[in-house]
C-alpha cells in the first residue's frame, strides 16, 4: 500500500498539481510574463543610441544597478539548482551558496572600480586599451560568447524543467518546445529593449524573488516553530542518510577524486565571478566609479541575504517533501522550490498550493529570463562591439550598424544556445553554471589582472592568457563526465571521459595564468605599451578620462 502511495505522490509531483487549478497557476504565470514584456517595451521607446543600448545611459543609480547586478547574478542556478543540490545532498549542497556569495568578496576588491574607469562598454574595451587592437579585442570577443553559451544553457535548462513543472506536461518534446519560446523571449528582451530593458527587468525581477524567497524562508520557519535545529533534524531524518546528511562528504567526500572535484569547484566559484562578462558590463552603466562602489556593496548585502535562505530552503525542501518525490519530479532536483512552495500552501490539489506554487515558479521564470536576457546582450554587446565595430568594419561602423549588429547576434546567439539546451536537460542547472564560471576564470580573469596591475603584459600575454584558458577548459569539459561516461551525463551511452573532474577550474585557471605570464615573457620588451599602462593605470586609480 506504501509503494502504491508512494507512486501515486510522485505522479503528481511529476504534474505539479491537480488539473483544476491549472487555469489559475496559468494565468498568473503569463501575467508576470506580460509585465516584463511591457517594461521592455516602454524601455526599448527611450533607446536611442549605441550608449543607451549598450550601457543604458549610465543613468542607474547606486542601488538600482545593485538591485540589477543581484538580479544578473542570482539565476535560475541559485534559485533552483542551488537548492535542488542542497535538498539531495545536504552540507555539500550548502558549499555552492557560500562559493557563490564568497565570489564577490574578488569582484569588490579587484575589478569593479578600475574596470569602470577604464572601459567604455565591454570588457574588451580594457583588454585592448594597451594591446594590438583587433587582436585581442577578437580573442575577448570569443571568449565572452562561449562563457555567455555556456551560462545560458544552465538557464534554459531550468526554464525547461521549472514550465514543464508548472503545466504538468512531461516528456522531452514538451520541455524543447518550452526551451524555444524561452528562448525567443530572451530574444525579444534584448533586440526591443537594449540595457535599459534589461537592467529594468532585472531590478523588478530582484524584488520579486527576495519577496519570493522570504515569503517561502518565513512560511518554512513557521511551520517548524522558528527553530532551525528542529528543520534541519527533519531534514536529516526525512534524507534517509540520518546526521551524514548534515555534515560534509555526502557528494565530494568519498574518494580523493570528488574531493578534487569540490576543490575545483570552489575556485571556479570564488574566482569566476570576476570574469563574467554579463556582470562586468553592469559596472559601465553607472556614471562615476563611487557609484560602481556603491553597487557592488548593494549588491553583496542583497546576494548575502538570498544565500543564506536558500540554505534554509533546500533544507526545508528535504523535510518536507523529501528526496524521492523531488527525485521523481527532477532527477537534478530542479523543482525543489516549486514543490516546496506547493506542500507550504497546503498540498496538491489545494487552492492556496496551487496559487503559492504558481507565484514562484512564475518568479523563477522571471529570474530565468533576467539572467537570458543579460547573458545574450553582453555576448551581442561584445559581438557588435568588439568584433564587427573594431575588428570587421576596423572603427569605421556607425552606431546604428553596431546596433543592427547587436539584434542579429542576438538571433545567432539565441539559436546556438536553443539548440545545445535541448540536449542538456538531465543536468543539474548549479553544476552548468559552476562550468561557465570556470570558463570565465580560466579565460577572463587573468587577462583583466594583467592588464591592469602588470606594467609588462602585453598583446601576446593577453593571447595566450585568453586562448589557453579558454581552450584548456572547453577541453577539460568535453572529456569530463559533464558530457560523457555517466547516467546524467549530456551524452550518457557514450564514454570518453579520461579527465576525473566535472569541473575543470583546479587545472584550466593556473593555465591561464601561466600562459599569459609565459607569454609576456617570450614577447620580450614593449616599451609603447609600458606607456599606456601610466595612462591606464592613472585612469583606473581616478576614474580620468574615462567615458
Known amino acids: 500500500m506504501r509503494t502504491v502511495t508512494l507512486g501515486r505522490q510522485m505522479n503528481l509531483a511529476a504534474g505539479a498539481g491537480g488539473g483544476a487549478h491549472r487555469p489559475l497557476i496559468i494565468g498568473i504565470f503569463l501575467a508576470f510574463v506580460l509585465v516584463t514584456l511591457g517594461i521592455t517595451f516602454w524601455a526599448g521607446r527611450r533607446t536611442s543610441g549605441t550608449s543607451d543600448f549598450f550601457a543604458g545611459g549610465r543613468s542607474f543609480t547606486g542601488f538600482q544597478n545593485g538591485l540589477a547586478i543581484s538580479g544578473d547574478y542570482m539565476s535560475a542556478a541559485s534559485f533552483l539548482g542551488v537548492t535542488g543540490t542542497i535538498a539531495l545532498f545536504g552540507y555539500d549542497g550548502f558549499l555552492y551558496s557560500i562559493g557563490f556569495l564568497v565570489a564577490w568578496l574578488v569582484s569588490l576588491l579587484l575589478v569593479a572600480e578600475p574596470l569602470r574607469n577604464s572601459g567604455r562598454f565591454t ?231 496551487a496559487v503559492l506554487l504558481s507565484v514562484i515558479s512564475a518568479v523563477a521564470f522571471a529570474t530565468i529570463l533576467a539572467v537570458v536576457a543579460g547573458l545574450t546582450l553582453a555576448s551581442s554587446s561584445s559581438f557588435a562591439h568588439d568584433l564587427y565595430a573594431q575588428v570587421i568594419r576596423k572603427g569605421r561602423a556607425t552606431e546604428k550598424q553596431e546596433m543592427r549588429a547587436a539584434r542579429l547576434a542576438a538571433l545567432g546567439i539565441g539559436a546556438v544556445s536553443i539548440v545545445l539546451s535541448m540536449f542538456a536537460d538531465k543536468l543539474n542547472t548549479a553544476a552548468l553554471v559552476a562550468l561557465a564560471f570556470a570558463v570565465a576564470a580560466s579565460a577572463n580573469l587573468p587577462t583583466i589582472l594583467f592588464s591592469l596591475f602588470w606594467r609588462r603584459f602585453n598583446t601576446r600575454g593577453a593571447l595566450c592568457s585568453i586562448y589557453g584558458g579558454l581552450v584548456s577548459a572547453v577541453v577539460l569539459v568535453v572529456f569530463s563526465p559533464v558530457l560523457s561516461g555517466k547516467p546524467t551525463s549530456l551524452l550518457p551511452h557514450a564514454d570518453f571521459s579520461w579527465f576525473p573532474l566535472e569541473n575543470p577550474g583546479v587545472v584550466s585557471i593556473p593555465i591561464g595564468f601561466l600562459l599569459g605570464w609565459a607569454g609576456t615573457l617570450l614577447a620580450g620588451d614593449e616599451p609603447e605599451q609600458h606607456a599606456k599602462y601610466a595612462e591606464l593605470e592613472v585612469r583606473s586609480l581616478t576614474g580620468a578620462g574615462a567615458h
Open 123 to 353: 570588457m574588451a574595451d580594457v583588454l585592448a586599451f594597451r594591446m594590438r587592437q583587433r587582436p585581442v579585442r577578437t580573442a575577448a570577443g570569443i571568449s565572452t560568447i562561449v562563457v555567455s553559451i555556456v551560462y545560458l544553457l544552465s538557464q534554459m535548462v531550468g526554464a525547461g524543467s521549472l514550465v514543464a513543472l508548472l503545466l504538468g506536461v512531461e516528456g522531452g518534446t514538451a520541455k524543447k518546445v518550452i526551451i524555444l519560446g524561452v528562448g525567443a523571449l530572451m530574444v525579444v528582451y534584448v533586440t526591443v529593449g537594449g540595457m535599459k530593458g534589461t537592467t529594468w527587468v532585472q531590478m523588478v525581477k530582484a524584488g520579486l524573488l527576495m519577496a519570493g524567497t522570504t515569503l517561502l524562508a518565513v512560511l518554512l520557519l513557521h511551520r517548524f516553530g522558528w527553530n532551525l535545529s528542529s528543520l534541519f533534524g527533519a531534514a536529516g531524518h526525512a534524507s534517509g542518510k540520518g546526521s551524514a546528511f548534515l555534515e560534509p562528504g555526502l557528494k565530494y567526500g568519498a574518494t580523493s577524486v570528488s574531493k578534487l572535484d569540490f576543490l575545483s569547484l570552489g575556485v571556479a566559484l570564488v574566482l569566476g565571478t570576476a570574469g563574467l562578462p554579463h556582470i562586468l558590463v553592469r559596472f559601465y552603466t553607472v556614471p562615476t566609479a563611487k557609484v560602481a562602489r556603491h553597487s557592488v556593496n548593494w549588491a553583496i548585502v542583497i546576494i548575502a541575504a538570498f544565500y543564506l535562505m536558500t540554505v534554509v530552503l533546500g533544507f526545508g525542501a528535504t523535510a518536507l517533501v523529501g528526496p524521492k518525490l523531488i527525485k521523481a519530479s527532477n532527477p537534478a532536483g530542479t523543482t525543489a522550490v516549486p514543490m516546496l512552495a506547493e506542500r507550504l500552501g497546503g498540498g496538491t490539489g489545494s487552492t492556496a498550493g
